[in-house]
């Protein structure tokens, strides 16, 4: 199978939608790129080692794609960051009670396994979570709006958006209308906010 183009933005629907073809590896290295780093991120902030963290991604990533392909995700339920924060938060949970996750038979339990999936999290999701996922996936599709747009354009949201400069400093800059520098926030904004939605929701 060919390697997947780097720049190539793939929704999180379409990649989900892959996902359910169990050959298809470029699928899973797509989630994992776009959701491994807020992961080990919230488990380095709840006091887990490097290495705990690189394997609660990959094993909550795991479970993930095990649940999505059983059917279930239900969209109507939720945002999928929040579904997703329940499988990791439960994984988090597994790890730091290592003590208690041995059976009567001596054995770890599975961490995809129906007691374990069945563990209730918390009915609310944690505002740490929250703003590790956000800022990773904000970081995500900002490296695809430097794609996308030439650099006049970009450096226009830049300067009105996201370094909160006044519109005359930009003119001056950018050696360009006001309309212009308009047309340029608004046109970078709308496609920002497309690809945020495409990274945290599921369209049918």
Same mark, same amino acid.
């Given at each position: 199978?060919? =390697?997947?183009?780097?720049?190539?933005?793939?929704?999180?629907?379409?990649?989900?939608?892959? !996902?359910?073809?169990?050959?298809?590896? &470029? &699928?899973?290295?797509?989630?994992?790129? *776009?959701? &491994?780093? @807020?992961?080990?991120?919230?488990?380095? $902030?709840?006091?887990?080692?490097?290495?705990?963290?690189?394997?609660?991604? $990959?094993?909550?990533?795991?479970?993930?794609? $095990?649940?999505?392909?059983?059917?279930?995700?239900?969209? =109507? +339920?939720?945002?999928?960051?929040?579904?997703?924060?329940?499988?990791?938060?439960?994984?988090?949970?597994?790890?730091?009670? +290592? @003590?208690?996750?041995?059976?009567? %038979?001596?054995?770890l339990r599975p961490a995809d396994s129906a007691e374990w999936m069945n563990f209730e999290a918390? *009915?609310?999701?944690?505002?740490?979570?929250?703003?590790?996922?956000?800022?990773?996936?904000?970081?995500?599709?900002?490296? $695809?709006?430097?794609?996308?747009?030439?650099?006049?354009?970009?450096? =226009?949201?830049?300067?009105?958006?996201?370094?909160?400069?006044?519109?005359?400093?930009?003119? %001056?800059?950018? +050696?360009?209308?006001?309309?212009?520098? =308009?047309?340029? +926030?608004?046109?970078?904004?709308?496609?920002?906010?497309? !690809?945020?939605?495409?990274?945290?929701?599921?369209? @049918?």
């Open positions: 199978m060919a =390697a997947h183009n780097a720049h190539e933005w793939v929704t999180t629907s379409t990649m989900l939608q892959r !996902l359910s073809n169990f050959g298809d590896r &470029a &699928a899973w290295e797509r989630l994992s790129e *776009r959701f &491994a780093r @807020p992961i080990q991120a919230f488990a380095r $902030q709840r006091g887990l080692t490097p290495d705990e963290c690189e394997d609660v991604a $990959q094993e909550s990533l795991m479970a993930f794609a $095990q649940a999505y392909r059983r059917g279930d995700y239900d969209r =109507a +339920k939720g945002r999928l960051s929040h579904w997703l924060f329940g499988i990791v938060w439960r994984r988090i949970d597994h790890v730091r009670r +290592k @003590p208690d996750r041995v059976g009567n %038979g001596g054995h918390p *009915r609310t999701v944690s505002p740490e979570w929250e703003e590790i996922f956000e800022r990773t996936m904000l970081e995500d599709c900002m490296r $695809q709006i430097r794609v996308e747009f030439e650099p006049k354009t970009l450096r =226009a949201f830049e300067m009105l958006v996201l370094e909160d400069r006044s519109i005359e400093e930009a003119e %001056g800059e950018l +050696k360009t209308s006001r309309n212009a520098l =308009a047309i340029a +926030k608004h046109r970078v904004s709308k496609r920002l906010r497309e !690809l945020i939605e495409q990274c945290d929701e599921v369209r @049918p």
